[in-house]
């Protein structure tokens, strides 16, 4: 059956938005219409048309950009750890099931972000994509956003920057590396364990890791940048001395240009949805997690120290010496210095032919924008 077949409830013009199918989507700015289609079963897309897309990050921000694009809005991906899970209850939606299958959709994303460019008052700085939820999510086969805001980008001399689980960015090879040769472009694959089961069970809407390893190489024999986030690990599930053992020798297997690596965060949202997964999947864990997170987002001083030593230690066995992009200095004082830790390769540096020469920055205190 033909997509455009499958709209929920086509939007009578003039109803203001009321009249759709799930009370969840009231009110959703901009809502065109509803779809559901068999190729994706249990996901419902929201097509809505964004009047901005270019978000500023918010100032002070630890984060090495200042502005973002994210043409999505929930994920399905559905990872359980997923620190954005809070960002979809400002949509009404909640930070669970609705994450993951409710996806927003600015479907005009690609034109309006043109339009933003082209403003005098742009000032060419560099814009990441993968911020908030993957770009590269399995909804990009059908909409194929990311093609039109790679080439506005670099057709106006914007610096960009792409994160993602999504191993569709293969599609988009060829345009990257034409992209590079007008602008400065990093690539970000996320990439945080090897035990194929594991990732099935904590992330399952995502490609496994071996296809992620085979994204990366792809990446590097095609000439472009590819840093690694490897993070979250998970305490007693992925932290482990084979396991990260196996994580960075493949890391460097791949080619990896940088990695950086923390541990996992459970923030408002976040937090109760992993704790539910942690009770149904692995209940002999769950009082080791509210003992190691307490009532905050963080792990322990005390963990984030031991695991830090761990990470430098396979690391420099594996080739990743450099002390830039995850160093763990003063991380165990501040853990929301992890977070902006962006490893060699996914930062787009000016005259580095897209390769990032620097193995991560970080900018002053603050909290990103996110969508």
């Known amino acids: 059956m033909r997509w455009d077949a499958q709209a929920l409830m086509q939007r009578p013009a003039g109803d203001g938005g009321g009249n759709v199918a799930s009370p969840a989507l009231l009110p959703l700015a901009g809502l065109v219409r509803s779809v559901t289609t068999p190729e994706f079963a249990g996901i419902t897309f929201h097509e809505v048309t964004a009047k ?38 400002y949509l009404d939606f909640d930070a669970g099931l609705d994450f ?70 293969a599609r988009d090879i060829p345009l990257l590396k034409s992209a590079a040769t007008q602008v400065p472009v990093g690539v970000g694959i996320s990439i945080a364990m090897t035990d194929e089961a594991l990732s099935e069970a904590v992330e399952p809407g995502t490609p496994g890791p071996r296809a992620r390893l085979k994204l990366v190489s792809r990446l590097r024999d095609a000439g472009l940048p590819c840093g690694v986030m490897a993070m ?3 305490p007693w599930l992925s932290d482990s001395d084979d396991a990260l053992d ?77 002390g830039h992009g995850f160093s763990h200095r003063d991380l165990e004082d501040d853990p929301r210095t992890e977070e902006a830790q962006y490893p060699e390769g996914i930062l787009p540096v000016s005259g580095t032919g897209g390769r990032d020469t620097r193995q991560g920055t970080v900018a002053p205190p603050g909290q990103p924008t996110l969508f």
């Not at 200042?66 to 809005?73: A, K, S």
């Not at 990441?128 to 805001?149: F, H, K, S, W």
Request: positive net charge; charged residues 20%; aromatic residues 12%.
């Open 52 to 89: 901005s897309v270019l978000n500023k990050v918010v100032a002070g921000s630890r984060m090495p950009f200042e502005w973002t694009v994210n043409p999505y809005r929930g994920c399905s991906h559905a990872c359980v750890y997923c620190f954005a899970r809070k960002s979809h209850t």
């Open 100 to 169: 993951d299958s409710q996806v927003v959709v600015k479907v005009n994303a690609a034109e309006v972000l043109r339009k933003e460019l082209a403003k005098p008052s742009w000032g060419r700085h560099q814009v990441a994509l993968g911020t908030n939820t993957d770009p590269y999510q399995r909804a990009e086969g059908r909409y194929q956003l990311m093609p039109g805001i790679i080439t506005a980008l670099a057709d106006s001399g914007t610096p960009l920057s792409i994160l993602t689980k999504g191993t569709l960015l």
């Open 232 to 234: 979250p690990i998970l």
């Open 246 to 322: 196996a994580l960075f020798g493949s890391l460097a297997a791949a080619g990896a240009t940088g990695v950086t690596a923390g541990a996992l965060y459970l923030k408002p949202g976040t937090r109760e949805w992993f704790m539910q997964w942690i009770a149904r999947n692995h209940p002999e864990l769950t009082g080791r997690y509210r003992g190691l997170y307490g009532t905050g987002s963080y792990a322990s001083k005390e963990y984030r120290s031991w695991l830090a030593a761990k990470v430098r230690f396979f690391k420099q066995r594996h080739g990743f010496t450099s």
